[in-house]
């Protein structure tokens, strides 16, 4: 309980109604005699603000870390503090320290799930961000690894708790099949979740290229992602609405791909506040480095549009602030044409006859362009001889091949066994993803800049349409999400961005209704599909083939 004579700072969003702040202004003297000052701050947006607003307040000469909230009211957790007025319950999930001098309160722990942690890549790296984390270790953290497998859980489980010894974490560590036992109580939920990727992904790419769908890499754009987009859609909106009932408040951050669509569905048929997040942008800024021969942290960039589809707006000189496009624009007419065409080729096109430079690849905008099959050496992708059968009937994995030069091919020609390296075995340092420092600015109150998040666009990008999920730069601390308003896109950018809204919108309607009708129009607006003939049987080919793992569709 809280003594007598403590004074508190309560930070409330107008949100509040009046009738709450004057109940709580009659309760000062009735509860322990307590000294209230209220602050209002507007209320803001949905994801300008999240669940887990922290402020600052002095406690008997001491600091505490008292919960505000800061989103929409219709999604805003209440305030432990203000339960405690209105209700006459104790504040159960603040202790005082007693071993300490200064009479500190604590919170209940900060609590994580990761859905999905049985994924060599994701648990691991994860894992690491949480307990390398020095603003969270101020904390008690509850990191809880779920994984609908079992057996997948046991490597990594002994890894996070050997990790959280080594480094003298005090952190709360299970690990969990069960979603329900998962979410209990969480307040950010992590989730990275496929089925069988290489398998399906190989379907994805190969089915539409034999009915002449020239689409590249098929995993966020073209034909073959609207169907790892429905198997994505099944488990991550069972996610969404699972967290509705266990843990309204808490925020999803989602690695899981396809990153838009994903997003849009569960933005569309969800009140989870979801947040994606992608490492992505971080190979274009690295690409506009490449071409002006300038370090990357001498420069400052800002993209946006969609998930593996964005467009710098800003490229300058972070010390001088002289507008760097002119000069990357003169270095790439003087490159060599050549010069890491798999990479930049198509972003040299673009650049030429758009005005802006893309990010993140062209393997990766140029699912979104019906022709850029002419800029991607992708011919080797999911490579395999036709003549040994169909992998998916063989059972073989094939080997995915980003690139077609010496990065891919340049080997051996004795075949070499590839092992997975253990995680106790991989380096000690963040991967540097988005979820924990999204934590840390939160939870903790740590200001963090953020290149980019796919949110709801709220005027965020002004000539794309409300409510798509895009792609902006944030900035995140305790009052949480703050995106950045972009200037208008290009129009014949804008142009090919809005084309996937309208995809992602009808690939939710045939998700949510089950029609397959819905599907077959996402499928003929895609630029890679020629045929309407080869659509309707690549249709039927892929939910046949793929119907153990995709949603109902008829």
């Not at 004579?5 to 949100?15: A, E, T, V, Y």
């Not at 919170?107 to 020095?134: C, H, K, N, W, Y």
């Not at 059968?389 to 080997?399: N, S």
């Not at 599907?519 to 659509?535: C, D, F, I, K, N």
């Amino acid at each position: 309980m809280i003594a007598a004579d403590d004074h508190i700072d309560c930070c409330l969003n107008i949100h509040y109604s009046l009738d709450v702040i004057f109940r709580l202004s009659s309760l000062v003297t009735a509860r322990q005699g307590l000294r209230v000052r209220f602050h209002i701050r507007p209320a803001t947006n949905i994801y300008a603000g999240t669940a887990l607003g922290v402020a600052d307040s002095a406690v008997s000469g001491g600091r505490y870390r008292l919960p505000t909230c800061a989103g929409e009211a219709r999604c805003c957790p209440e305030n432990p503090l203000l339960r405690s007025l209105l209700s006459g319950e104790p504040l159960a999930e603040m202790n005082r320290n007693r071993s300490g001098t200064d009479g500190r309160l604590r919170m209940q722990p900060i609590i994580i799930a990761l859905i999905g942690a049985g994924s060599r890549s994701f648990g691991p790296e994860t894992v690491r961000d949480v307990l390398l984390s020095e603003a969270l270790a101020e904390h008690h953290v509850n990191l809880r690894l779920m994984d609908i497998v079992a057996d997948n859980l046991s490597d990594i489980g002994r890894y996070a708790k050997s990790l959280a010894e080594k480094l003298g974490r005090n952190c709360e560590i299970s690990t969990i099949t069960s979603l329900e036992a998962a979410l209990d109580g969480a307040q950010f939920v992590v989730t990275a979740v496929e089925i069988g990727r290489s398998l399906y992904w190989a379907q994805d790419y190969h089915i539409p290229r034999k009915y002449g769908f020239r689409q590249v890499f098929a995993e966020n754009g073209g034909p073959g992602s609207l169907f790892h987009a429905l198997r994505a859609m099944k488990g991550m909106v069972h996610i969404a609405r699972t967290m509705e009932r266990i843990c309204p408040d808490a925020i999803l951050l989602n690695y899981t791909n396809p990153m838009h669509k994903v997003c849009d569905a569960i933005t569309t048929l969800s009140n989870t506040r979801c947040v994606g997040l992608c490492h992505g942008v971080w190979m274009g800024m690295e690409q506009v480095s490449y071409i002006l021969d300038k370090p990357v942290d001498e420069i400052e960039m800002e993209a946006c549009g969609i998930n593996h589809f964005t467009w710098f707006q800003t490229i300058r000189d972070r010390r001088t602030g002289e507008d760097l496009y002119p000069r990357l624009r003169e270095a790439e007419r003087e490159g060599d044409w050549l010069a890491d065409w798999h990479e930049i080729g198509l972003a040299r096109i673009l650049l030429r006859r758009f005005g802006l430079y893309p990010s993140p690849a062209s393997s990766h905008f140029g699912e979104y362009i019906g022709w850029a099959h002419e800029f991607s050496a992708n011919e080797l992708d999911w490579f395999y001889d036709p003549a040994d059968g169909q992998p998916w009937q063989t059972g073989k994995v094939l080997e995915y091949i980003s690139v077609q030069d010496a990065y891919g091919t340049e080997r051996p020609f004795k075949k070499q066994e590839q092992k997975h390296q253990p995680a106790d075995e991989q380096a000690l340092e963040p991967s540097g993803e988005l979820a924990i420092p999204i934590m840390e600015s939160i939870a903790c109150g740590k200001r963090r800049r953020l290149d980019a998040i796919n949110i709801p666009n709220r005027g965020w990008i002004p000539n794309l349409p409300d409510e798509m999920v895009v792609e902006v730069p944030a900035t995140s601390d305790l009052s949480g999400l703050q995106p950045k308003r972009m200037q208008p896109l290009p129009e014949p950018i804008a142009a090919m961005i809005r084309l996937q809204g309208s995809i992602n919108q009808l690939l939710v309607q045939a998700f949510a209704e089950e029609s397959k009708s819905k599907l077959l129009q996402a499928v003929l607006l895609e630029p890679t599909v020629t045929s309407y003939r080869g659509a309707m049987e690549m249709v039927d080919e892929m939910l046949t083939l793929q119907r153990d793992v995709l949603p109902p569709i008829h």
